[in-house]
Each structure stands twice: as structure tokens, then as C-alpha cells.
């Protein structure tokens, strides 16, 4: 689906144009769409990106970077330094000056990058977008908060919480699997995740909607569709290539509860996985690697 409407080309801007951002710009670009990247340094934007270099933390450095008439605006920023200063800089503080910098010009829909961490159940159980969201941790608190500034503002917006994002550029539970680095007991909390290729056609499907004309959700969940055990993970991963024996101090257990995310709204609104379950995803990895 072209991304059109009103104009010849929709305007997108990617707020936190890195790895994750830029390949979600590079993908609304090959979908007929004029993309802007806005990060520190704007040279490391794709190719074929309008790079802008602002940081989102200091608002003097946006005054007229801004492009006007935009249609769509993702904030994808992630902390540069991973302690509570760190994450609320990135998820409250970026966007609010960046709220503030484009002003009362009218978006289509304002999209929020978040993460499933803002969920702190630890029973086993489903939860979806009404799920209650109580997280614990400083980090999944900022990232709440961050939710609840996009969504109070002037603009259409929607949150797009993300389980844990895997793939050829993001292969650390892989690696620690091989090196035995994993040696989670059964039965271990349930994992959810999601291919880093499908949580950028998720975002670009719901940019797509939106563009129609489409209504959309003010939440989604975009994870796959199998959470499963980390052991049964572990287990499986080396059925399928030699790796070493557990280290002494290997891992045994997850580092985010033990939830199970349902991916059924985003299913409903027409979205097609590439990589329904990590079976999927980590086979190709792995084929990848022999």
C-alpha cells in the first residue's frame, strides 16, 4: 500500500533515527513516503533520509529544525545512558521538547516507541493493551510516563509497546546460548519477543492505516505470536547447533517477569508476521551462522 492522502508524498519524521529509527525510516521511504531522521549526528542517517541533528534533550537545539506539513512523527528515541536520568531524559524529556518544538501544526498520528517492560505481572498469565500497567522498575516507569505524555497531547497518538527485540543485529541471548551463558531451570518464566524486521513492518503497517484514513488503537502490543518458556527457548536453540556447556555462572532466569503478551489486536488490524514464533527467527540466525 503506497503511503498517500492528501498530498503526492506523506512527511514522516523519525525522532531517534538510529539502528531501529533508520530502519523504520528506510522502510517508510520505499513506501512512497518523504522521510525526515532526526538524530545527534545527523550524518549517520540512512542514506536517502533528510538528516536533521538536533538532541531531543536540549530544546534549543531544535528552534527551526522542525519540518512543517508533517503527516506522521515516531518517536523512537532510547536513553544514552541506562540509568533513571538516562530514561526519563529519553522518554519524557525528548518528548516533550519535541512536542513543544512542533507545535500546533496538526499530525495524522504522533506514534511512541515503548516496550511491554511497562507491564510487572509475574504470574504466568495473558495480558493485553488493558492490561494494568504498575512496572516496578525505574525504567518501565519513565517509559509509562513517556506513554502518558503522548497520549495526553494535542495530536492523535498511538503507543506501540514492544517485547524483547531480536534478530541478525541484535543476537546477545543467541551468542550467550552458544557460549553457555544461558542455563535456565524449568520451568523458567515466559519469554516474549519479537523480530526486529516485524516490529518494523508493524509500525510501518500502522503508519500505512493511519494515512488511509483507518482508526487505530491508542496501544499495541507488537510481539510474536508463541511466548514461550526461556528453558524450552534455551533447549531448543541447542538442539539445533553445538554450543558449550553451561558456565558456572550462566543465567538461570529471566529478567522481566513472567508474562504472556497477546498480539491479538495487531492481528486483528491486518498485520501478517514474517516471524510468527522465534523458531522462525532463530533458525534463519542460525542457518546464517553454519
Same mark, same amino acid.
Given at each position: 500500500?503506497?503511503?498517500?492522502?492528501?498530498?503526492?508524498?506523506?512527511?514522516?519524521?523519525?525522532?531517534?533515527?538510529?539502528?531501529?529509527?533508520?530502519?523504520?525510516?528506510?522502510?517508510?521511504?520505499?513506501?512512497?513516503?518523504?522521510?525526515?531522521?532526526?538524530?545527534?549526528?545527523?550524518?549517520?542517517?540512512?542514506? +536517502? !533520509?533528510? =538528516?536533521?541533528?538536533?538532541?531531543?534533550?536540549?530544546? $534549543?537545539? *531544535? @528552534? #527551526?529544525?522542525?519540518?512543517?506539513?508533517?503527516?506522521?512523527?515516531?518517536?523512537?528515541?532510547?536513553?544514552?545512558?541506562?540509568?533513571?536520568?538516562?530514561?526519563?531524559?529519553?522518554?519524557?524529556?525528548?518528548?516533550?521538547?519535541?512536542?513543544?518544538?512542533?507545535?500546533?501544526?496538526?499530525?495524522?498520528?504522533?506514534?511512541?516507541?515503548?516496550?511491554?517492560?511497562?507491564?510487572?505481572?509475574?504470574?504466568?498469565?495473558?495480558?493485553?493493551?488493558?492490561?494494568?500497567?504498575?512496572?516496578?522498575?525505574?525504567?518501565?516507569?519513565?517509559?509509562?510516563?513517556?506513554?502518558?505524555?503522548?497520549?495526553?497531547?494535542?495530536?492523535?497518538?498511538?503507543?506501540?509497546?514492544?517485547? +524483547? !527485540?531480536? =534478530?541478525?543485529?541484535?543476537?546477545?541471548?543467541?551468542? $550467550?546460548? *552458544? @557460549? #553457555?551463558?544461558?542455563?535456565?531451570?524449568?520451568?523458567?518464566?515466559?519469554?516474549?519477543?519479537?523480530?526486529?524486521?516485524?516490529?518494523?513492518?508493524?509500525?510501518?503497517?500502522?503508519?500505512?492505516?493511519?494515512?488511509?484514513?483507518?482508526?487505530?488503537?491508542?496501544?499495541?502490543?507488537?510481539?510474536?505470536?508463541?511466548?514461550?518458556?526461556?528453558?524450552?527457548?534455551?533447549?531448543?536453540?541447542?538442539?539445533?547447533?553445538?554450543?558449550?556447556?553451561?558456565?558456572?555462572?550462566?543465567?538461570?532466569?529471566?529478567?522481566?517477569?513472567?508474562?504472556?503478551?497477546?498480539?491479538?489486536?495487531?492481528?486483528?488490524?491486518?498485520?501478517?508476521?514474517?516471524?510468527?514464533?522465534?523458531?522462525?527467527?532463530?533458525?534463519?540466525?542460525?542457518?546464517?551462522?553454519?
Amino acid at each position: 500500500m503506497a503511503m498517500t492522502n492528501h498530498k503526492q508524498l506523506s512527511r514522516i519524521l523519525v525522532a531517534g533515527c538510529g539502528k531501529l529509527g533508520g530502519d523504520m525510516a528506510l522502510a517508510l521511504a520505499d513506501n512512497n513516503a518523504q522521510v525526515f531522521g532526526l538524530r545527534r549526528s545527523p550524518e549517520k542517517v540512512p542514506a +536517502g !533520509i533528510t =538528516g536533521i541533528g538536533a538532541d531531543l534533550t536540549k530544546p $534549543e537545539t *531544535l @528552534e #527551526g529544525k522542525i519540518p512543517e506539513d508533517l503527516d506522521i512523527v515516531i518517536y523512537c528515541l532510547t536513553p544514552s545512558s541506562y540509568d533513571e536520568q538516562g530514561y526519563h531524559d529519553a522518554y519524557v524529556t525528548g518528548l516533550t521538547n519535541l512536542l513543544n518544538a512542533i507545535g500546533d501544526q496538526p499530525l495524522t498520528r504522533l506514534f511512541f516507541i515503548s516496550s511491554t517492560s511497562v507491564y510487572a505481572q509475574n504470574d504466568d498469565g495473558w495480558v493485553d493493551e488493558s492490561s494494568t500497567t504498575a512496572p516496578i522498575r525505574f525504567t518501565g516507569k519513565h517509559i509509562l510516563h513517556g506513554e502518558q505524555t503522548a497520549l495526553k497531547s494535542i495530536h492523535p497518538a498511538t503507543v506501540v509497546r514492544f517485547s +524483547g !527485540i531480536y =534478530g541478525p543485529t541484535r543476537q546477545r541471548f543467541l551468542e $550467550e546460548v *552458544l @557460549e #553457555g551463558r544461558m542455563n535456565p531451570q524449568p520451568p523458567a518464566p515466559y519469554s516474549n519477543r519479537i523480530h526486529e524486521q516485524d516490529a518494523v513492518r508493524a509500525v510501518t503497517h500502522m503508519s500505512e492505516l493511519a494515512l488511509s484514513g483507518k482508526d487505530l488503537e491508542d496501544v499495541y502490543i507488537v510481539t510474536d505470536c508463541e511466548p514461550v518458556r526461556l528453558d524450552e527457548v534455551v533447549a531448543w536453540v541447542q538442539q539445533q547447533i553445538p554450543c558449550k556447556e553451561p558456565v558456572e555462572d550462566a543465567r538461570k532466569g529471566g529478567r522481566a517477569g513472567s508474562k504472556r503478551c497477546s498480539n491479538q489486536r495487531l492481528l486483528d488490524s491486518g498485520f501478517e508476521f514474517r516471524y510468527p514464533d522465534f523458531r522462525a527467527g532463530y533458525r534463519e540466525m542460525i542457518n546464517s551462522l553454519s
